[in-house]
């Protein structure tokens, strides 16, 4: 092979992995239309949410919220309702799982001062 050709099969194999970096790295476009009955925008992409559930120490939110009202509805704990699970929320959470046995058997997903998706849709936004 001659010099020119050795130049050129380069050439061309560093295009081909100029590309291949370009769509790998690409981000995907998000496009946005607006609704003209509802007058709000909306976004075709959604963007990625990690998973909430289960509601464990640290979680935070609107369902922790939601959590916190109905422990004070069902079992009067008498928590503020921050959206911030700490200490109290999950001492509340243990006492309405008492005796956990019993709970795991219509809740077998379960962990003990935690709410799985399972059980917050059953009771908590049912």
Do not use: H
């Not at 200490?87 to 795991?104: A, C, G, H, M």
């Amino acid at each position: 092979m001659n010099q020119k050709t050795k130049l050129v099969i380069v050439g061309i194999a560093l295009s081909a992995v100029s590309i291949g970096l370009y769509f790998k790295l690409k981000k995907p476009k998000t496009t946005i239309s607006i609704s003209k009955k509802e007058k709000d925008i909306k976004t075709s992409v959604e963007p990625i949410m990690p998973e909430i559930f289960p509601l464990k120490s640290g979680s935070r939110g609107v369902e922790v919220e939601n959590l916190q009202k109905f422990l004070n509805q069902k079992i009067n704990a008498k928590l503020v309702v921050d959206g911030i699970l700490g200490r109290l929320t999950i001492e509340s959470i243990k006492v309405f799982q008492n005796p956990f046995i019993e709970f795991r058997i219509v809740y077998p997903s379960e962990v003990y001062g935690q709410v799985s998706k399972n059980f917050y849709k059953r009771n908590i936004i049912a």
